[in-house]
């Protein structure tokens, strides 16, 4: 049914060319027939049409997160937490409730030790200071298998990952003293005598242990998924976020809870996935051919509708040596495909360079958008498009961390999209790169003010860390590290063009600039009203703003007074 709805006495943030502010907005069925002044907007609309007043608050076009990885929040809520725990009298008390439910035999697997969503300062945080052993969870679990999770790595940044197995979870899994490490990355402890403490310490961001090692400790189902998923999007619904990109590539388990939820009806975030290609599983394949067969379905903006649309490949550079982003490491992560834990992709996505090349070309060739997120990735577009010109295929580079003049100029002669990850390089580690780098090249560190000076289209994105996309707004007006010191304070932007790379670029990015991300006539209902104006809100509050109600195609979402 198309009921207008008439949004007034507020202050509507278009987006729009001029940046424009309004009073109120007209809204039927899907989409925005008008903004103007309130008494405007009453005049031009039907006598039947519900009228809402927004008591002067802001609205702003739904956000749109370039690199959200949205599924990965409600998986959080599958595994007891053990936040708020201070002492290993605090988890095993924890442990032991558990184990009252469970039945003898049967796994308990929790959340990390500490407090989410990053998990900082443990086990220092510990009243012992130290980490629990497999001997400590044997105390209240003698007859059941246990093993304490380590956290995803990227929700801290900071190493190492620490796992924790009891004596009945190392034998289940066939784990003893004489257990080889696998890799560099993974130490397993061992105590004086050469025993297994239980304590796995992993030295890369994803976790090696969870996926080989520990792999029989249990696995997220498809069931899971969706449920997750569900949740996912009702938070990303309470920070304003009604798109996402998920530009690190998604696997086929996360991509068949999409569906199943698309098969449900209007999802309540709108979703553009990118393929995450697991290439151990086509070796040998001819990969001009199989970009070809590939380019039926993935070239251009892919398949889909305005909900969920699947296109465009993700694409990896393989790191030489034996280090984490390794091909050994990789298809150690890999060798439970198709099941692909916390990642939701496929983690041997990555290629030594030549043959990544020939693939990119295959790509250009075959109008398949690739999409990267490592750095290195410039200098291989830019020999592609000698090839295949990818000027106008908005071709990606995403989590944008260290950039140089001479890479934002090859970025823009090559009409590359970008998204961020200010989560890590600006608030997580921004005087950490700087003190590694060098003072010298600090105007490097996530160059929002120079690629926007350069005209090469910015979106802002959370990497789920946490979801709110009021965060990267923050740190993209106020270039703060988490010690409070300012990060490159030249690359600061204007709180209108954070907010553009929000909305508007991030629509830009999933070529949708004409349908969404800005408050104008035609375009899609998406918009959010603002607990705090954020173009007026004290500058370090800008990161507090949330949702107090949501809208998607003109339907209701969320509703903070509904929680």
């Not at 400590?136 to 900071?158: E, S, Y």
């Amino acid at each position: 049914m198309n009921r207008d709805r008439l949004f007034v006495n507020g202050k509507i943030i278009s987006v729009d060319q001029r940046f424009g502010v309004y009073e109120a907005i007209h809204v039927r069925g899907d989409r925005i027939v008008a903004v103007g002044s309130s008494e405007q907007i009453k005049a031009g609309a039907p006598a039947e049409a519900v009228i809402q007043d927004l008591s002067g608050r802001a609205v702003l076009p739904g956000l749109i997160d370039g690199h959200a990885h949205m599924d990965r929040e409600g998986l959080k809520q599958v595994y007891p937490s053990l936040e708020g725990a201070r002492s290993i009298r605090d988890i095993l008390d924890r442990i032991a409730a558990l184990v009252r439910q469970a039945k003898p035999g049967e796994w308990i697997v929790t959340m990390p030790v500490g407090d989410p969503p990053s998990y900082w300062n443990m086990p220092q945080g510990l009243q012992e200071q130290r980490w629990p052993t497999r001997w400590d969870l044997d105390q209240v679990a003698p007859d059941n298998p246990v093993f304490i999770k380590p956290i995803w790595g990227f929700w801290r940044h900071a190493l190492p990952l620490v796992s924790i197995a009891n004596s009945r979870a190392l034998e289940a899994c066939g784990l003893d003293g004489s257990t080889p490490s696998m890799t560099e990355s993974v130490h397993l402890e061992k105590d004086s005598h050469g025993n297994l403490t239980g304590v796995f310490f992993e030295h890369t961001y994803m976790s090696v242990v969870e996926l080989t090692l520990m792999l029989r400790a249990g696995r997220f189902t498809g069931r899971d998924r969706v449920a997750a998923l569900e949740r996912s999007m009702r938070e990303y619904n309470a920070y304003g976020t009604t798109s996402v990109f998920e530009e690190h590539g998604i696997a086929g388990e996360v991509l068949s809870a999409y569906q199943e939820l698309r098969s449900r009806g209007p999802l309540n975030v709108r979703a553009h996935l990118v393929h995450s290609p697991s290439w151990s599983t086509v070796a040998g394949a001819d990969r001009e051919k199989l970009l070809a067969t590939w380019g039926a379905w993935m070239g251009g903006r892919g398949l889909g509708d305005e909900y969920l649309r699947a296109g465009g490949l993700y694409v990896l550079m393989d790191e030489e040596g034996d280090g984490p982003r390794s091909p050994k490491e990789n298809m150690l992560r890999a060798s439970c495909n198709p099941y692909t834990g916390w990642a939701g992709f496929y983690n041997d996505a990555g290629l030594p360079r030549e043959e990544l090349k020939a693939v990119l070309i295959a790509a250009a060739r075959n109008n398949i958008r690739c999409v990267g997120v490592t750095p290195d990735l410039i200098g291989l577009y830019e020999e592609v498009d000698r090839v295949v010109p990818i000027r106008d295929k908005r071709w990606v580079l995403g989590h944008i961390s260290l950039l140089t003049e001479t890479d934002i100029a090859k970025a823009r002669d090559l009409g590359l999209v970008m998204t961020t990850h200010t989560n890590r390089y600006i608030y997580r580690a921004g005087i950490r790169t700087r003190d590694s780098i060098g003072i010298e090249r600090e105007q490097e560190i996530s160059p929002l003010r120079s690629l926007e000076k350069a005209g090469v289209r910015v979106s802002l994105a959370t990497d789920n860390v946490p979801v709110s996309m009021f965060h990267p707004i923050w740190h993209a007006v106020a270039r703060r590290d988490r010690s409070g010191e300012l990060v490159a304070a030249d690359q600061r932007v204007s709180r209108e063009q954070a907010i553009r790379a929000a909305t508007l670029d991030g629509a830009f990015l999933t070529f949708e600039e004409k349908s969404k991300g800005s408050l104008e006539p035609g375009k899609l209902a998406d918009f959010f009203v603002c607990s705090d104006d954020p173009l007026t809100v004290q500058e370090d509050a800008l990161k507090d703003i949330v949702s107090v109600e949501t809208y998607v195609g003109g339907v209701q979402t969320y509703s903070r007074s509904g929680e």
